[in-house]
């Protein structure tokens, strides 16, 4: 793309989370809240921005690249918001954007993983349009499988916009008090036989953004 193309994509990226966070905080709270909404839509914008103007997610010579765009910044901009705060704490924090996943790509890949392992399991974290774990592009159908599975849930997040989140953690209470799961799982392979594995092996890979994951693209489990 043309150096002023990449610019005015980032700047927009940047400018629609400050001018809907100002906008709402206006609306709740006068003077103060547009001061608060500029700035925790602005923030962050800022960092997802300055992303889309240097690592080129968006292919915006393509049709699915506009497609992908328009819908970030738009349908599923609150997630886009999620993900663009967890950019800026990574980035924050030392984390590093990798160049050659993120490039067309759709997604925003950050290197290092942002959660602690679980009884020795590193989980990659995705958030609207930000992947966090995956630091080189991949070389093994297994590794493969990990970063289709990840996009998996950046399509989820256009595909269900506002509403992905939400259904999510209501998924996840649900499934918590409720695990019909327990009828379908694989008591052979991840025995549940303590809190920590009802969580880990039980709840969450039942949630159904998971289970569409799991199931599509895998990686096998
Ligand atoms: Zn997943």
Redesign the pocket.
Same mark, same amino acid.
């Given at each position: 793309m043309r150096r002023w193309t990449k610019v005015c994509a980032g700047v927009v990226a940047a400018a629609v989370p400050a001018g809907v966070g100002g906008a709402l905080g206006a609306l709740a709270g006068g003077r103060s809240g547009l001061v608060a909404g500029l700035a925790a839509g602005g923030v962050p914008g800022a960092a997802f921005g300055w992303a889309v103007a240097a690592f080129e997610p968006y292919d915006l010579t393509s049709v699915r690249g506009i497609t992908r765009y328009v819908a970030d910044l738009t349908w599923s901009l609150p997630n886009t918001w999620l993900g663009a705060v967890l950019l800026t704490g990574n980035l924050l924090a030392g984390n590093r954007v990798v160049a050659e996943l993120s490039r067309h790509g759709g997604t925003v890949h950050l290197a290092g993983r942002t959660l602690p392992a679980m009884n020795g399991v590193r989980y990659v974290t995705?958030v609207g349009t930000v992947v966090a774990g995956i630091a080189a592009p991949a070389a093994t159908p297994a590794a493969r499988a990990l970063l289709a #599975?990840?996009r998996? #849930?950046v399509l989820q997040a256009r595909l269900f916009g506002p509403a992905y989140v939400p259904s999510v953690l209501v998924n996840y209470a649900a499934a918590t008090v409720l695990p019909l799961w327990w009828l379908w799982h694989d008591h052979a392979r991840y025995p549940i036989r303590s809190v920590a594995a009802y969580f880990q092996y039980g709840v969450y890979p039942h949630v159904w953004?998971?289970e569409w994951?799991?199931r599509v693209y895998g990686p096998r489990r």
């Open positions: 995705t #599975h990840e998996g #849930h953004n998971e994951c799991y």
